[in-house]
């Protein structure tokens, strides 16, 4: 078994300010993934890795950066946060392969709040 | 585009009792790979069984079991003898293969499950 932790647990941010959330998984899996879940929306892929010091773009890219620098953490960072904007970030690792090895493991999530 | 669609909002039953929880789905994809997942109160999604396109057999975990009907495009998520703790929101979701071997997935927009005394 393993665990994936985020932090920080809530965020509250100024509209145009940079926000890095944090996320660690001791899994030793090779894949790790930022999902945003908007209410009502569903869950979203942000930014995903296949290994460290790799980044790809998912299908929300625009306003984050991500950075791998080690096989269990993966940080994702609001380059401008915008007005009002409230979300859930969760994070997610996964082996990636055939069988019961690509099941994606999901952490507690950051609760983003933007005055 | 794939896709994945849960049609039921919000489900409540009374305790002990079976729920079933629909979901349809879209792929071009001949070999493909089906979960669901639970959000509880506290926001924490939790993988709850997964279904392979290859296998026939129906998944089936502790007191969730699948109907995969695959002719039809459908996997529901039948939850036996409910407790009240069962109260989530329910995530169906397909994995869309993206780069190489890698997949993101693609989630239903949940079905809030009430489980009544």
């Known amino acids: 078994g393993g665990i994936i932790t985020q932090t920080p647990k809530f965020l509250i941010g100024q509209e145009g300010q940079k926000l890095t959330l944090k996320c660690q998984q001791n899994?030793?899996?090779?894949?790790m993934y930022w999902y945003r879940q908007d209410s009502g929306k569903g869950l979203r892929l942000i930014y995903y890795?296949?290994?460290?010091?790799?980044?790809q773009k998912g299908d929300l890219s625009e306003g984050y950066d991500a950075s791998r620098e080690k096989k269990s953490s993966f940080s994702l960072t609001v380059t401008s946060a915008q007005k009002n904007e409230m979300a859930v970030f969760l994070c997610?690792?996964?082996?990636?392969?055939?069988?019961?090895?690509?099941?994606?493991?999901f952490g507690p999530g950051t609760r983003l709040l933007v005055l | 585009a794939q896709k994945v669609t849960q049609t039921q909002t919000s489900i409540s039953v009374v305790e002990k009792t079976t729920v079933t929880m629909d979901c349809v789905y879209e792929?071009?994809?001949?070999?493909?790979?089906l979960f669901w997942y639970k959000q509880t109160a506290s926001g924490e999604i939790v993988f709850l069984i997964r279904?392979?396109?290859?296998?026939?057999e129906n998944a089936t975990v502790g007191h969730y079991s699948l109907n995969f009907q695959k002719p039809k495009s459908s996997i529901g998520l039948i939850i036996t003898a409910t407790q009240i703790e069962d109260s989530a929101v329910y995530f169906c979701?397909?994995?869309?293969?993206?780069?190489?071997?890698?997949?993101?997935?693609?989630f239903g927009l949940g079905t809030t499950l009430q489980v009544q005394p």
């Open positions: 997610a690792s996964s082996i990636e392969g055939t069988g019961n090895q690509d099941t994606q493991y």
């Open positions: 979701a397909m994995r869309e293969l993206i780069t190489g071997n890698t997949g993101k997935l693609i």
């Open positions: 899994f030793n899996h090779d894949t």
């Open positions: 792929t071009r994809d001949s070999s493909y790979f």
């Open positions: 890795s296949i290994t460290e010091n790799d980044l």
């Open positions: 279904q392979d396109s290859y296998k026939k």
